[in-house]
């Protein structure tokens, strides 16, 4: 069966008040490499099928998820998925079912796109000159190369019939002295790989690596510090995911007003950053509706097949929308907003380059990645985490030695507070949350007094 | 003591053996040296309620096959999830182009430790009510009515409540001849408080202690744990807290409960000994490791009293299976001895490439979609056959912290420097309790507070802790863990101020 067959099989299937179906036809090809040589690859194909009934028990709707792979029964998929939602009891999220077309729907008849291994066909043999050219300097290289497609095919009782094609690739090389002594990284992210060079981004490894020849070990303390975007994408994806309206409206995030309600309208930079998603944005296209498998507070079951617009999260500085599902949106009156699948910080007055940057700079710390970032205290979002693959000295505009690494405590909301400088917005890729979420442009942030809490004595 | 149970029939319906013909002899005729199917059905059930309200009910199935081959000295990889003979030989064909392509990057031949061959192996977990069995509204009952119970509590707010359950089902065959066929069961409960102060902006939660166990819905139902004693006791620790008064940063004598410590295991010892880390296979994602290879039977780890097993085995351990997904079977052996380095925690792979003799069978991947690559066993702290009660070691303590549950973590790339938080934490003076602190976190570098541990607790302490989703590898897989562990002592820790930490 077709994934438009199996969508329609289980909405003419559906028994009860209401359905939603969607299918993901997914294929992967990735290769992973650990000191010049190969470690794992793969080549997968999946399909996932994804049955929402709505049931009316007398006491309001709810709604029961079951999900399968493969060429499932769908007869006994809608039938327990219906048997779910009278389980699971009147949903607190319950709304009518969205009917309008967002923009952007896709042609639903068109078959799933696909990628196979063939897209490392050129990239494997670059690769394995790379090492070469590595092994030559006495440097090993480390990383991961993985594109997917995944195609959605979405209906609904409502009529709607859906479709998106989503790719997504990423790149990632470590590089290392041969006695692990120093480290290094660099990514980059892609829809189809045509644009990934495997040379560039061994001349960035080529080139730190080189920058971490001479050794200066600084202590813990508060420094000037230069955020690159990827560091600032791995911060601020956190602060997004944690973008609750409900849960300020309840008093428990750090988007809370204190006396009550959220902070919507406060400035929270000083800068004036906006912070935005567009499901258009070029290079970091997603999908433009809503596919929600099972209900949060972020995110609705009864909101699938919801347009996903841009929207700006922080504008000019000023807290302007949180997340919020139609149902929470409606009790609260206030507008519903959904999280779309990529995110872009800008400061619309900078004209100035991370290169730039650097050069102005009289003495600060310019870090590569962050790593193993959690959530200390909700209230504040402080979050820890440790610096990784390179912390370099910058003095009287040049980048002098790489630096130990540092555990770090701070909150990304605090620092958007305290940011003095922000260069132009280039696309990056996030190295802590790269396996969830990919899209991201963000520019370099300047910190005037960053807490690096501790030394790490990792490299 | 339940009956004995087997292999789901509706698993071992599915057209095991003709996959395995069709995949290993297409394998075998395009030159492999090696090749092994696996089929999985993993079933997931999330039942997840915000105040005693059901928010999500989601209920997963995720079937499949994999193919992974040795052509030629290079490993290829290929899955799918339609279980016919036809795909099962374009899988074998895929995983052999796969190889073909990734020959450009590889330089060490792959070559697999020897194993014996099992040639019909079942294994079942020791569960007793198979989750997936009770019936959804008696499942949701019981959610509601616990979360009610702490809802209605005086100073309880909110209550997150969620319970995942899943049950893993595994056909492994090799080329060698063994034929493996698994099924285990896991569930994790808990229960979360929540109380919030608008006028002055703070709020403060506080979770249930039970950990993930490999056991079915009997853990709620039965005599395991005793939730309604801790749900009880839940609203008074939660308002305890928000009077707390906030720490005073500095060094203090830790008595860590074996709720909190199984993570700081987890973290600073269980990846820290993972083999693959220490060789950098995990390099550019998850880390490396200090403890190098150079350094086993030498590396003081820790303190004489620390003795750390890994292990397959343990019953209603989260990492317990029968054979990895290598076709090894499971085994115990040491890590850390008397405070020094040991043992690792392998593959058939690595065991090969290390002259490390047989494989310890810790091989795994979390579906068929993902190939097997090194995971962590269920890594233990032994207790001290005669040591003391957690109230004994605490009696022991003149100026120290006493820690709680698990909450935040933490640990940089080669598992030195770390940072935990907690559920909560109380003062001790003199050898007593003298209330909770809140804004807790303490950090140290691993062979520094291992070091430290100047008492280990008795076989009373001891719990089996663990974490139901740990991540690793890429693509990102996720396994579930077990750490045992007692009540133990560790002297002169570094303890912060997380709102200090916070500028505030």
């Not at chain 1, 003495?363 to 820890?384: A, F, K, M, N």
Request: aromatic fraction near 8%; hydrophobic fraction near 40%.
């Amino acid at each position: 069966m077709t994934a438009q067959q199996i969508v329609e099989a289980a909405l003419a299937a559906s028994t009860v008040d209401g359905q939603v179906v969607y299918v993901v036809d997914s294929s992967e090809a990735n290769l992973r490499w650990a000191s010049n040589s190969l470690t794992t690859n793969g080549a997968m194909r999946s399909r996932q099928v994804v049955v929402i009934s709505f049931v009316d028990g007398g006491a309001g709707m709810a709604a029961g998820t079951v999900a399968r792979t493969g060429t499932p029964d769908v007869a006994e998929l809608v039938a327990a998925s219906e048997q779910a939602a009278r389980d699971a009891g009147p949903a607190e999220d319950a709304m009518p079912l969205i009917g309008d077309v967002p923009a952007g729907s896709g042609e639903w008849d068109a078959e799933p796109a696909t990628t196979s291994i063939e897209v490392f066909r050129e990239f494997a043999p670059a690769l394995g000159q790379a090492f070469g050219a590595a092994g030559a300097r006495d440097e090993l290289l480390f990383g991961f190369a993985e594109h997917q497609m995944a195609t959605t095919y979405v209906g609904t009782s409502t009529g709607l019939r859906l479709r998106h094609d989503q790719p997504t690739g990423r790149v990632e090389l470590n590089g290392k002295s041969r006695d692990f002594a120093r480290s290094v990284w660099a990514g980059v992210g892609t829809r189809d790989f045509s644009d990934v060079s495997i040379e560039a981004l061994a001349a960035e490894v080529e080139q730190k690596l080189a920058w971490s020849q001479r050794r200066v070990d600084l202590p813990a303390g508060r420094y000037e510090t230069l955020l690159p975007p990827s560091t600032v994408s791995d911060l601020l994806i956190y602060a997004y995911w944690t973008m609750e309206a409900r849960d300020a409206d309840e008093g428990r995030n750090v988007y809370a007003k204190t006396g009550g309600g959220n902070r919507i309208g406060e400035r929270i930079c000083a800068l004036p950053l906006t912070l935005r998603s567009d499901p258009d944005e070029p290079g970091l296209e997603c999908s433009p509706f809503q596919v929600v498998g099972g209900s949060s507070g972020m995110a609705s079951v009864f909101d699938n097949g919801m347009a996903t617009p841009a929207i700006d999260w922080i504008s000019g500085g000023v807290l302007t929308n949180l997340i919020r599902p139609r149902a929470w949106a409606l009790q609260q009156t206030a507008p519903a907003t959904a999280a779309l699948d990529n995110l872009v910080l800008e400061d619309p007055t900078s004209t100035v380059t991370t290169e730039e940057m650097i050069a102005s700079t009289e003495r600060g710390l310019l870090l590569t990645t962050l790593w193993y970032i959690r959530e200390v205290d909700p209230q504040s979002l402080l979050l820890t985490g440790l610096t990784r693959d390179g912390v370099f000295l910058i003095e009287d505009g040049e980048v002098t030695g790489a630096v130990n690494n540092f555990r770090f405590n701070e909150s990304p909301v605090s620092l958007l507070g305290r940011a003095t400088q922000a260069s132009r917005t280039e696309r990056t890729l996030p190295r802590e949350w790269n396996d969830f979420f990919t899209r991201a442009a963000m520019p370099m942030l300047r910190v005037p007094d960053f807490n690096m809490s501790s030394v790490s004595p990792a490299s | 003591m339940a009956e004995p149970r087997s292999v789901d029939e509706s698993f071992l319906a599915l057209p095991l053996s003709a996959l395995t013909e069709a995949a290993l002899t297409r394998a075998v005729d395009l030159g492999c040296e090696h090749a092994d199917i696996r089929v999985e059905r993993i079933r997931t059930q999330t039942l997840r309620l915000r105040d005693a309200r059901v928010e999500a009910a989601a209920d997963g199935e995720d079937l499949g096959l994999a193919v992974r081959v040795v052509h030629e000295g290079t490993w290829g990889f290929a899955a799918g999830v339609v279980l016919t003979a036809a795909e099962a030989v374009r899988l074998a064909e895929e995983a052999v182009v796969v190889a073909q392509v990734s020959a450009a990057v590889n330089t060490d031949r792959v070559e697999l430790a020897p194993e014996p061959v099992y040639p019909d192996a079942e294994w079942v977990s020791a569960y007793e009510i198979d989750p997936f069995a009770v019936p959804e509204a008696e499942k949701t009952g019981l959610m509601v009515e616990l979360s009610e119970r702490l809802l209605a509590a005086d100073g309880v707010e909110h209550v997150q409540s969620d319970v995942m359950a899943v049950k893993e089902q595994k056909w492994y065959a090799d080329t060698a001849g063994t034929r493996t066929r698994q099924q285990r069961v896991r569930i994790h409960p808990t229960f979360t408080a929540l109380t919030v102060d608008r006028s002055t902006g703070a709020f403060e939660s506080m979770r249930t202690l039970a950990p993930p166990a490999g056991r079915g819905w009997e853990y709620l139902t039965g005599s395991t744990w005793n939730w309604g004693a801790e749900l009880a006791e839940i609203p008074e620790l939660l308002r305890e807290k928000t009077k707390a008064p906030s720490v005073e940063p500095g060094r203090y004598d830790l008595v860590v409960d074996p709720s909190n410590l199984f993570l700081t295991i987890h973290e600073s010892i269980g990846h820290a000994t993972e083999l693959d880390r220490a060789l950098g296979y995990e390099a550019a994602y998850a880390g490396t490791s200090f403890a190098t290879v150079d350094k086993l039977g030498s590396l003081q780890y820790g303190s004489p009293l620390m003795n750390v097993t890994g292990d397959r085995t343990a019953e209603h351990g989260l990492s317990t299976v029968g054979y990895d997904d290598e076709g090894v079977a499971g085994q115990q052996w040491d890590i850390v001895k008397d405070g020094v380095l040991v043992g690792y925690q392998i593959d058939r792979n690595m065991a090969r490439l290390q002259g490390m003799g047989r494989s310890n069978g810790c091989a795994f991947a979390d579906s068929a979609a993902h190939v097997p690559v090194q995971r962590m066993a269920n890594v233990s702290l032994q207790p001290d056959p005669d040591g003391p009660s957690t109230e004994e070691l605490i009696a022991g303590v003149d100026r120290g912290v006493y820690v709680v549950g698990d909450k935040s973590w933490s640990i940089d790339m080669q598992r030195y420097n770390f940072q935990f938080t907690g559920q909560r934490f109380y003062k001790i003076e003199g050898g007593k309790l003298a209330g909770q602190l809140k804004d807790v976190a303490y950090q140290a570098t691993t062979t520094d507070f291992w070091g430290s541990m100047s008492r280990v607790g008795g076989p009373e302490t001891y719990v089996l802790g663990g974490a139901f989703n740990c991540g690793k590898a890429q693509p990102g897989q996720v396994a579930p863990v077990s750490h045992g562990c007692p009540s133990a002592l560790f002297e002169n820790t570094t303890i912060l101020n997380t709102v200090q930490e916070g500028g505030q």
